[in-house]
């Protein structure tokens, strides 16, 4: 019989943790106004998560709150409030992404129990080590693995896992992606993402010619429920349903199917409530099993918005058929109804395969003009629309009406609220204070009295009296649970003396459980002018490498990475910098790194981004190797885990999102010497966290931005189309292109060795006299893509000299046409 995995419920709203209850969830995780990826929803109110914990551990269902977005140094003093109001709750888990958050959490807030959010990137076995070590309790792996590396590393770790279910896919790795920020300031790791993948493309290939179009980034939707037998053997501990932003309805009836689902994969007796045509129903882009099960056909490229079900199609009407006694302005829709479906008014359709057009439906009719109660399967009926749609032309149910209401009225079922169960012990002896124990929801008090029982003048105490005293509880809240004691045989207490221990046990009691006054850290501890919280004393000199950079002079170190290894006859035509990041991967990387090293210029190596365990394995046995590295750029938690015991200098990548000062403390804690500063950050963020690092800053100057990271390929090439047929390996070769979007938009598209996609900004960085403000920054990177080499030449010794020029010109042959200021002038909300 398999183990049943947690089922873990959405919850945006009260209505929605009141849905999830409902529909047998053993835990939900929300969030509050602020600092949660789902900013976009509703959310509540610190009043609504008191009395949603407080409902959900009165039915035994567990509460995780979201904090996982990146925090500003500016919202610390805010955090800090938020997590003094949290740790009053009880709560059964933090769900977080922000090294700076962690850093807080582990130092001043230890009573929190830590899960990773996906935006963490965890990408195999050495990440989920990393945050077993770190003392988390649980780590959510991403939604790329497959449920054989799942149970692989179940069987290897001791700290729960968590895996997604059901509901939406992102094109790109969770926490990787940049588009929503750099097209419109609105940052998915801060919670507000506008969805770019679900927008329309055309996607050209390297000659410019038009491959496809449609909504080309648009995965389908996660669902396993089909596959929870198999599922529940892997181990893992906790499925995911996906959906802070849907509505009630949707929670209840997904959360229930998984219920369901699971029981009957349990060997339990299930009676089946919710069918997979429901389902689907309730909200679907196409269903697809993911990367769960090696899927191909992951992509929806016809419609970016709720499918619904397919119930039939248009037809011609004959003339009779117009009459449908409604406005004007609208015009007969001939519908024939598939079988084994209905139609009834109230219900949403929608037209064609791609969805962007549709029609509530306000009345049905006949062919004939008589008006109808509902459509049924098999049928010809007429609806008004105000919409001409041609005949032959699929019909979607995108909105059931009945079936929503059956969800509403099953979703807000009222809870009866259990009173508190309390059991009380009594000690009632001859020369001792009289004692009373009460104990409720895990907590126990004790009242000793300031009286003793004393020896009867007739007959002595009876534990009928006893019990009819202490039982008086009415209007208290709680219920009665067992009452104990332990009597002498001769004592006696007056009723009045019982009532008052029941009396003052009981206010003990209600007080320790409302209990507020834990250690706080309070904001007051903030300084003003590094916006961190708690300070040191330690922290308020100038850090050590900073005295050091400026005794050397205020020139930058100039930094050139390379994506791809280049050859060592380009390499040699370059001059001028101070350091160079190199592939770790590249082909003849010990030999170019021996030749710079030789020049003078330090060399980091860079591990991939990307790090699933079978890459992990390539990475380490590199590693074994003699390199010649100066040090390492790493891009995720599997190379730091890989790389903690290693003597060379250690730099976190873009990919490690530093947002704040206190991340900085945690990768030097972590053993990192280094780190590039994330470019979503504003000019004024950026000199606060620079100013106050004890790591090493390295600024992203020049180059084409990553914006997304995916291995969903949108190519469909032969090798691609190949793996529906039972191949498991991404297409291994390389290729490029752009897309272009509705505005105009271009955004060049790579696929790489890996088989991973890569989509730039179309525009490309370049900051200019700005960052000789930046007093703090240590070195300046250059980011080569494919620029000839007279004009890398150009931009490096641009950083070299001409930048601290005072008349601040370009020179020739470098312009700012097409090129951005990314976030460091506008930042981003």
């Known amino acids: 019989m398999n183990k ?28 509050g106004k602020s600092f949660n990826a789902r900013r976009n929803a509703e959310n509540m109110t610190d009043d609504e998560i008191k009395e949603a914990v407080t409902r959900c551990h009165q039915h035994g269902v567990k509460v995780y709150v979201t904090l996982n977005i990146l925090i500003k140094n500016s919202e610390m003093a805010e955090v800090v409030n938020t997590l003094n109001f949290l740790k009053t709750l009880n709560l059964d888990g933090l769900i977080v992404q922000d090294i700076g958050l962690i850093y807080l959490l582990r130092h001043y807030f230890p009573e929190f129990k830590l899960q990773t959010s996906t935006q963490a990137s965890v990408y195999g076995l050495e990440g989920v080590l990393f945050f077993q070590k770190l003392g988390f309790s649980r780590v959510v792996l991403p939604r790329e693995m497959s449920l054989t590396q799942v149970a692989d590393i179940k069987k290897k770790t001791r700290i729960e896992l968590k895996i997604f279910a059901h509901g939406a896919l992102c094109y790109a790795y969770s926490g990787q992606c940049l588009m929503s920020s750099m097209i419109g300031g609105r940052s998915g790791n801060r919670g507000l993402c506008a969805q770019p993948c679900r927008k329309h493309y055309q996607l050209f290939d390297e000659n410019a010619r038009l491959v496809k179009e449609g909504y080309l980034i648009s995965p389908k939707d996660l669902n396993i429920l089909d596959a929870l037998p198999v599922v529940s053997a892997s181990g893992v501990d906790s499925l995911k349903i996906e959906g802070r932003m849907k509505t009630p309805e949707y929670v209840y009836g997904i959360t229930r199917a998984y219920r369901e689902g699971i029981d ?22 196409d269903f697809t099993r993911g990367h769960l099960f090696n899927e191909a056909d992951i992509l929806n490229a016809q419609v970016g918005k709720n499918r619904g079900v397919l119930i039939g199609q248009v037809v011609s009407l004959a003339k009779t058929a117009k009459n449908t006694n409604h406005k ?39 062919p004939s003009g008589r ?35 059956s969800l509403t009225k099953r979703g807000s079922r009222s809870l009866d609220q259990p009173a508190s169960t309390i059991n009380f012990k009594l000690f009632l002896k001859l020369d001792k204070p009289a004692e009373i124990v009460a104990s409720a929801q895990g907590c126990a008090v004790t009242y000793r009295a300031d009286f003793y029982p004393e020896a009867p003048l007739k007959n002595p105490i009876d534990e009928a009296m006893v019990r009819e005293q202490i039982s008086r509880i009415g209007g208290t809240g709680f219920e009665l649970g067992i009452i104990s004691m332990e009597l002498d045989d001769q004592v006696f207490l007056s009723r009045s ?28 501890l903030l300084h003003s002018t590094i916006t961190i919280v708690p300070l040191e004393k330690e922290l308020l000199a100038k850090p050590e490498r900073l005295k050091k950079r400026q005794s050397d002079g205020e020139k930058k170190q100039v930094s050139l990475s390379f994506e791809k290894m280049p050859m060592i006859d380009f390499l040699m035509q370059l001059d001028g910098l101070d350091q160079v990041v190199l592939p770790l991967l590249g082909e003849g990387v010990a030999e170019k790194t021996a030749l710079l090293k030789d020049r003078g210029i330090t060399v980091l190596l860079k591990t991939p981004k990307i790090m699933d365990d079978q890459m992990t394995k390539k990475v380490r046995q590199l590693l074994k190797k003699e390199l010649n590295q100066d040090g390492f750029l790493i891009g995720n938690y599997e190379a730091l885990q890989l790389l903690n015991k290693t003597s060379s200098y250690v730099e976190a990548d873009l990919s490690f999102n530093v947002f704040n000062t206190l991340a900085t403390r945690a990768l030097k804690e972590w053993g990192v010497g280094g780190a590039v ?7 004024t963020e950026l000199q606060e966290i620079t100013g106050h690092s004890e790591i090493d800053m390295v600024l992203p100057v020049y180059g084409v931005q990553e914006l997304m990271v995916s291995k969903k390929c949108l190519f469909g090439c032969k090798n691609c189309l190949e793996k529906k047929k039972g191949t498991t390996g991404l297409c291994h070769r390389e290729m490029s292109g752009k897309l272009l979007d509705e505005r105009g938009f271009s955004f060049p598209v790579e696929r790489d060795d890996q088989g991973l996609i890569h989509i730039y900004n179309g525009d490309t960085l370049f900051l200019r006299e700005e960052i000789l403000e930046l007093k703090s920054v240590d070195t300046w990177r250059i980011y080569y893509h494919n620029e000839n080499i007279e004009k890398l030449r150009t931009i490096i010794s641009y950083y070299r000299q001409g930048i601290y020029d005072k008349h601040w010109g370009l020179p020739e042959g470098l312009g700012t046409e097409g090129t951005t200021r990314g976030s460091f002038r506008r930042g981003v909300k």
């Not at 947690?6 to 053993?26: H, M, S, Y």
């Open 4 to 31: 049943k995995p947690e089922l873990l419920a959405p919850a945006g709203t009260t209505a929605a943790v009141i849905a999830a209850i409902n529909g047998g969830a053993d835990a939900v995780y929300f969030g």
């Open 264 to 285: 009957a994969a349990a060997g339990d007796e299930v009676d089946q409530t919710i069918d997979n045509r429901a389902v689907m129903q309730v909200f679907n882009r």
């Open 328 to 366: 004007s302005t609208y015009q007969p829709l001939g519908i024939r109804l598939y079988e084994d479906v209905q139609l009834n008014v109230g219900d949403g359709l929608s037209f064609g395969e791609d969805g962007k057009t549709g029609t509530r439906v306000d009345a049905i009719f006949t």
């Open 371 to 405: 008006r109808c109660e509902r459509g049924s399967g098999g049928e010809t009926v007429v609806i008004p629309c105000r919409y001409g749609v041609s005949p032959g032309t699929l019909l979607y149910k995108n909105f059931d009406k009945n079936l929503m209401d």
């Open 497 to 524: 003396q019982l009532n008052t221990l029941r009396k003052e046990v009981l206010i003990k009691l209600t007080q320790k459980l409302a209990d507020t006054e834990k250690k706080e850290v309070s904001p007051d």
């Open 677 to 683: 500063l994330s470019p979503e950050l504003i000019e």
